[in-house]
């Protein structure tokens, strides 16, 4: 086998890891599981870094199980949290599982006839019969109170000055830990992957595996750092929220401008972390940026390997045709080709006015447009000078004062784009 942790290290990629992990990745296919939280119907990029060590694991030859948490979700992970997190009714969290399949089936290919072909698991279907007497004695009997709260995890919550951990969350580490054993049992799972945070919750597991199965059973822990961004502050948001991972969420424009608008520092780490690349290829981007850090040629390499990834080529080749609108020789077509939402995002934050759709019908003359239409000018004259100083473009094509706007220039059949010299835009909406 190839060296994966070697590969994962020198991305980043790897922050604990259990003593005997490496030499068992190295000596056989292993089977590994990394479990998602269904706190919502999506996954946004905060998740992009489980999804890619599961692909990196079916790549290099091993056997990834990515595991649906539909019972665990009904209790809350407490790690990294000082509340206790809002229980979720039963509709609401069969929505987010099938969601969170939904999109792991986009990276992973659970119908492969592979030996190491992905397989995607829910543990509420072995949760959902396990009674609470049953779960006390075979489960609850083997890990001591003193071992569940030595977990960093659990002695923050208690230590800090919140309302506590109630015993719900307190079991969580014990029925996660029942995953692992449950894998290792049924699949042969000797490794269980997750972030920093979960360090606590997966060697609980290991252990289970241990004192539960035939004496000398195997079980192995790694885990990757938490990622943020240079500044410190918490990586996968925007001003506007989550960057998810599902485009009727985050559009594909807005995803691939996240990856654009990274810091010179972040884009460095972020190539490792974030894309297949090999590290030769990578230290020539890096190098290559360097050189001219003004180009963004880490940037754009970035956010072409995660666009294309997560979205695809075609919806890439959008994305960045979007991107040009603003500030590339973009024509009447190429918006057209924007949606709705592509449209408005693109041009969020220019002036808007609305105009009524009846006006369209017999034509506007293009002076009454940029002035008492919309308020773009604040005169007939001084409109009729841009007009005649040929700096008036009507959806990025250039007009004159006879020009008239009718129904066939709308964009998505309600919007037009006035610009004026090369920076001023203004968008019309018919309504």
Known sequence: MENIVEELQWRGLVHDIMPGTEEQLLKEMTTTYIGFDPTSDSLHIGNLVPILLLVHLDKFGHKPIALVGGATGMIGDPSGKSDERNLLDEATLDKNVAGIKRVLSRFLDFNSTAKNAPILVNNYDWMKTFTFIDFAREVGKRITVNYMMAKDSVKKRLSSDGEGMSFTEFTYQLIQGYDFYHLHKHYNCLLQMGGSDQWGNITTGTELVRRMNHEGAKAYAMTCPLITKADGSKFGKSESGNIWLDADKTSV???????????????????????????????????????????????KRLAQELTTFVHSKVELEKAIKASTILFGNATADDLKQLDEITFLEVFEGVPQAEISRGDLENEIDIVAVLNEKTGFFKSNGEARRALTANSISVNKEKVIEDFKLSATDLINNQFVLLQSGKKNYFVVRVV
């Open 253 to 299: 424009y807005k995803f691939y401008q996240f990856w654009v608008n990274s810091t010179d520092v972040d884009a460095e780490k972020y190539i490792r972390i974030f894309t297949f690349l090999d590290k030769e290829t990578i230290d020539a981007l890096i190098a290559e940026h360097h050189e001219a850090p003004h180009l963004r040629v880490l940037q």
